[in-house]
């Protein structure tokens, strides 16, 4: 059996015409099977004539009985935390955006006063009378810092800075 006639193989027969006719073909056809194999339940109900937002949908799974037995175990919840229901849920009160403002603000501009405070300490090496004194005239200058909720902050501050150390009791009595 001789393939060549005339010194031309067989390809040289078919002209892309041919080609590109076969290429659509089969083309389709894989198009088609593949609609036909992933969608045929979307297929069926577009004839079917039922609308696509009455699809039914699986219910969901029931959750299986805690009886039954479970080489897990059951699920316990960590430490410290409980299931609680929503009505049980509470938030703090919200708190008025005006006043944490003016907190805010009370704190910086005490912070203020206590850095020229311990400047002054060092500058003029002053001891622990003259700090009471000038800490007591900076409190009755600023009441509200006491609720501030900065208090700690406030006496590290101090113990950070000033040219002497506090001590406890002197800390504890601080802000009273």
Not at 1 to 28: D, P, S, V
Not at 45 to 52: D, E, I, M, W, Y
């Amino acid at each position: 059996m001789e393939y060549r006639k005339n010194g031309t193989t067989m390809l040289q027969q078919f002209t892309w015409e041919h080609f590109l006719i076969a290429a659509a073909a089969i083309t389709a056809v894989w198009y088609i099977a593949v609609i036909l194999l992933f969608f045929r339940m979307e297929i069926g109900r577009l004839f079917a004539g039922k609308p696509k937002d009455q699809r039914t949908e699986p219910e969901p799974p029931e959750p299986p009985d805690e009886e039954e037995d479970n080489p897990i175990g059951s699920v316990s919840m960590p430490e410290g935390m409980e299931n609680i229901d929503p009505d049980d849920l509470t938030f703090a009160p919200k708190r008025d955006a005006e006043s944490k403002t003016q907190m805010l603000g009370t704190v910086s501009d005490f912070l203020q006063e206590i850095k020229l405070l311990t400047e002054v300490l060092k500058r003029e090496e002053g001891d622990k009378v003259a700090f009471h004194q000038m800490f007591t005239i900076l409190k009755a200058r600023y009441p509200a810092i006491r609720e501030s909720g900065r208090l700690e902050t406030l006496t590290s501050y101090l113990q950070d800075h000033l040219p002497f150390t506090l001590t406890e009791e002197e800390k504890q009595h601080l802000w009273d």
